[in-house]
Nanobody, 126 residues
Framework: VQLQASGGGLVQAGGSLRLSCAAS????????MGWFRQAPGKEREFVAA????????YYADFVQGRFTISRDSAKNTVHLQMNSLEPEDTAVYYC????????????????????WGQGTLVTVSS
């Protein structure tokens, strides 16, 4: 699976961005997907995940209802809608994929993902 993340950019605090991750290669519909982020000098951390059925999602505590992960299996794309952005959300955002046997499984740890996109930079100014 090849992953291409896009949608990052510069936004003011309180603004919104929508990240996209386009997948190509093997059967996208059987892959759980996730978003991670890495700020300068920090470890890569989990942001959100979605099962391959789209019926199960999971978010990091710091999201606090501001972000929404979704997938469009017909277009082999996963989105991360980010609202009420804060300067602390500034980071490179990465999408990741992992095949799972059941459509309800979400994957939240970095080491469990098999495939990674190249990252897209999100900068939130105060």
């Amino acid at each position: 699976v090849q992953l291409q993340a896009s949608g990052g950019g510069l936004v003011q605090a309180g603004g919104s961005l929508r990240l996209s991750c386009a997948a190509s290669g093997r059967t996208f519909s059987s892959y759980a997907m996730g978003w991670f982020r890495q700020a300068p000098g920090k470890e890569r951390e989990f942001v959100a995940a979605i099962s391959w059925s789209g019926g199960s999602t999971y978010y990091a505590d710091f999201v606090q209802g501001r972000f929404t992960i979704s997938r469009d299996s017909a277009k082999n794309t996963v989105h991360l809608q980010m609202n009420s952005l804060e300067p602390e959300d500034t980071a490179v955002y990465y999408c990741a994929a992992r095949p799972t046997p059941r459509g309800t499984v979400v994957v939240t740890t970095r080491v469990e993902y098999d495939y990674w996109g190249q990252g897209t930079l999100v900068t939130v100014s105060s």
